[in-house]
């Protein structure tokens, strides 16, 4: 399945896509109510794993697909980060060896882990302001981990068993500010710097996590083509490696690190950083693109 966050007036809603659009549940249940208990939140949909994913799906499936009362253009809808409000949001730096090497970093020994903070959600089509304190906006194509189940002192075998679904993020970096101490969080956290969509996939649609391409594009040009394989820590051992040290819940979000071709990868005289006016879209498969237009703050 995939879930997607609407915004309407404001406000956000459940949206499921399908073959014929994006179904609006909110809107789809005031016209035809469901037999039973039907998740209209992301959150819940998450917090109630599988059992919620199913009873969605059963209600969705129960819908006539052309009715325009709740199915909608996904090229005209509003879109907002497909997941609204996670616990935690917790980034692995460093996590594909060929973007290690290309930076002249030494292959970690363990799992770099920083934070974000809600307020660098956004969502797919979404204008992004370039911050006025930066001359060094960076994009980074990025696999998200969401979390299904409370998971503490889990083992690797059993890990990915905890993954509600994936997603894809540009994770946003401001390299001046980054590099500016030795504490990376300033250079991450500006506002909107956490582009999350287009779908939250479900992991039985997703399969294998370490065996999908991952590109971004800016303006039109493939600067990242890779794929997660490249991990250093693949997507089980990051979340058995966090697990030891703090509860991960439903909900919360795990960036997995970007492969090579960032611009601070470049040569510097090949150095050109995000301006207002360039287009950044990330693509991972199965997953689908995530677009972002870039603006003067």
């Known amino acids: 399945m995939k879930l997607v966050t609407i915004v309407q007036d404001g406000k956000q809603a ?8 994006i179904i609006d549940i909110a809107a789809a249940l005031s016209v035809q109510p469901a037999a039973g208990q039907v998740a209209q939140d992301v959150m819940a949909v998450i917090e109630g794993g599988q059992e919620a994913v199913a009873a969605l799906q059963a ?10 009362a709740y199915v909608l253009d996904e090229e005209k809808i509003e879109w907002g980060p497909c997941v609204t409000r996670p616990n ?7 996590n594909y060896r060929k973007h ?14 920083f934070n974000k903070f809600n307020n660098t959600l956004t969502g797919h089509k979404a204008d992004v302001a370039v911050p006025k304190v930066t001359e060094k906006l960076d994009y980074e194509a990025e696999l998200v981990i969401v979390v299904g189940k409370d998971a503490k002192y889990v083992s690797k075998e059993n890990a990915l068993d905890y993954v509600f679904g994936y997603a894809a993020v540009n994770d946003l970096s401001a390299r001046d500010l980054q590099l500016r101490t030795q504490q990376w969080l300033l250079g991450k956290t500006c506002d909107d710097f956490s582009p999350l969509g287009p779908y939250l996939v479900t ?7 370490n065996d999908l391409v991952i590109k971004s594009i800016v303006n039109g040009e493939v600067r990242q083509n890779s794929n997660t394989s490249d991990m ?11 697990s030891q040290h703090m509860t991960l819940v439903p909900g919360d979000i795990i960036l997995t690190g970007t492969p090579e071709g960032v611009v601070m990868g470049y040569p510097p005289e090949k150095q050109v950083y995000l301006q207002p006016g360039d287009v950044v879209t990330i693509e991972i498969e199965k997953l689908g693109s995530l677009t972002n237009r870039f603006v003067a703050e």
């Open 59 to 68: 209600y969705v499936d129960s819908l006539p697909a052309d009715n325009a």
């Open 232 to 242: 250093i820590f693949h997507c089980d051992e990051i979340v058995s490696y966090i």
């Open 14 to 21: 459940l949206g499921v896509k399908t073959d014929a659009g």
């Open 88 to 94: 935690k949001i917790i980034c692995v730096g460093l």
């Open 100 to 113: 290690a090497e290309e930076t002249n970093s030494p292959i970690p020994e363990y799992p770099i882990l």
């Open 203 to 209: 992991a039985d649609e997703v399969g294998n996590p």
